[in-house]
């Protein structure tokens, strides 16, 4: 498999922010969001047998695991396997992709974070993926502005989300703005800053 990089880190975002966790960031990527902040990850990547991946996990034998990107799903015949091989050892899995893929085939290994892309990244995800989405999985809008903060409003009011759904300002920005846009409209959702770059880590 590619393998952009695999390090421990604290998760900086989602539903286990601050937890202590072994990143696994998979290279390459299907999207070219413009504020990407993982510009390497769409990048080539280290060519990495699953025994290679395996040891670098065990040596570190972290309670939890984050398979990220680039876009992981994009080799979804390496990642099932090493699913396989984490789950059997009782490891706590998250999958962070950016809705484009469907991610169905990995939700008895993983619980999945779902990134909905809004119009400041120029992307748009697949909007039929959030009817997969179960309670213990989750939604993240990455938001700039308050277009991006309309687009996901009339995403969640078209849809029934069963998971968490959090709102990220993509970092720099004047994210007070769009906690206003969120207690003047009630939203459903969790405002989250980038833990990870707010205290300095990787
Ligand atoms: S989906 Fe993620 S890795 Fe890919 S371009 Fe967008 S932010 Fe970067």
Known sequence: MKIAEIFKSLQGEGKNQGKPCLFIR????????????????QMGGI????????????RVHPPYVCITGGEPLLQADQLEPLLASLNKQGTM????????????????Y???CMD???????????????NKIRKEDSVKFVVKDETDCRYAQEIINEHQIAGEIFFSPVYGTDYKP???FILINNLPVRFQLQLHKIVGVK
Do not use: Y
């Open 178 to 180: 769009i906690i206003k």
């Open 47 to 58: 060519e990495m047998a699953l025994d290679s991946v395996l040891e670098q996990v065990w």
């Open 116 to 130: 909905v892309k809004c119009p400041s990244s120029g992307e748009t995800s697949d909007l039929t993926l959030l």
């Open 110 to 112: 993983a619980l999945i």
């Open 26 to 41: 998979f290279a390459g990527c299907n999207l070219h969001c413009r504020w990407c902040d993982t510009p390497d990850a």
């Open 93 to 108: 899995i998250d999958i962070e992709t950016n809705g484009t893929i469907d991610f169905t085939q990995f939700q008895k």
